[in-house]
């Protein structure tokens, strides 16, 4: 089987994980959106890593979607929303047993790229590494945080961990990676809506504190009848150490409002609503808050699905 990393999404977890590879001597190639993408990538001569002001490029190789060779290995860094279809149109390369890693915010995403790929193994993971883009083809390193990775479907770790061990990528295989995201989940959902619609920092959210307790309690409570109790446990106190944590950032979902992109709601404070519908749960206050932010995206000419 080959070593080759293909990396489907430049953008900043995914040019992070590409340049630390790349750092380690590992077989890396990105997969651009077009040739113009691919062109443009040439021109800049590969990818920057800012840490600690410093910036170093790798001329990582690149290549489109429609390049011939096959994909054993596949790190899907793209936004949730656009996910499935990447991958559906990669899917005619991918070698049988090829092994993908998930990298999406939220859940609803991962089954829906499994479905596309029956033939190929999906790793979920969850990642708390902070980074950023200041410009194209230039990833600033933000923080120092962890990656989990779990196969639901499958408790045996890969072979390849100890790459993301050389190229200095802290990560922990877990059984239980549907704990993590759940956990990921309900904590993006008690605080990145709230942010958007009280137009603030986290940090502003200390002015809401019941509407925040409000929103844990309910989400506490899905968690619980969805089978992750150990993911609701003392959910409120964790949110509440995050928003103060982080109190002066904006969440990434404030972030893509403001510059008029697309949001993850549909994988985030939706996935949650849908998934308390087929439980039979009505949760008021997160469904009112789902239906807030739908009209206050949709007022703004932004996707709400």
């Given at each position: ?213 409000t929103l844990c309690a309910e989400l506490a409570e899905l968690l619980q009848h969805c089978g ?78």
């Amino acid at each position: 089987m080959s070593s080759t990393w293909h990396i489907l999404g430049a953008g900043s977890l995914g040019s992070l994980w590409a340049c630390r590879l790349a750092q380690a001597g590992k077989a890396v190639r990105l997969i651009l959106r077009d040739p113009a993408r691919l062109h443009a990538y040439e021109a800049a001569g590969g990818l920057s890593l800012v840490h600690n002001g410093q910036a170093q490029r790798h001329a990582i190789p690149a290549e489109t979607a429609d390049a011939g060779t096959p994909i054993h290995r596949l790190l899907v860094a793209c936004k949730a929303y656009d996910a499935p279809a990447a991958v559906a149109q990669l899917a005619p390369r991918l070698a049988r047993n090829a092994e993908l890693v998930l990298l999406q915010n939220g859940l609803g995403s991962q089954d829906e790229v499994a479905s596309q790929v029956p033939h190929a193994r999906c790793i979920f993971a969850s990642s708390t590494e902070g980074a950023f883009r200041e410009a194209d083809w230039q990833v600033n390193f933000a923080g120092h945080g962890f990656n989990w990775l779990g196969d639901p479907a499958n408790p045996l770790p890969p072979d390849w961990l100890d790459d993301l061990t050389d190229a200095g990528i802290p990560h922990q295989w877990t059984p239980d990676i549907l704990t993590r995201l759940w956990r990921k989940l309900a904590l993006n959902c008690a605080i990145n809506p709230l942010t958007v619609l009280h137009a603030c920092r986290n940090g502003g959210l200390a002015e809401h504190h019941c509407e925040v307790a409000t929103l844990c309690a309910e989400l506490a409570e899905l968690l619980q009848h969805c089978g992750q109790p150990e993911a609701a446990t003392d959910l409120q106190v964790e949110v509440e150490r995050v928003i103060q944590a982080t109190a002066a950032n904006y969440s990434s979902m404030y972030q893509d409002v403001r510059q008029g992109r697309r949001t993850e709601i549909h994988y985030l404070l939706g996935h949650a609503c849908r998934v308390a519908a087929r439980h039979g749960r009505h949760l008021a206050h997160l469904e009112r808050l789902h239906r807030r932010l739908v009209e206050h995206l949709n007022a703004r000419g932004l996707p709400s699905d």
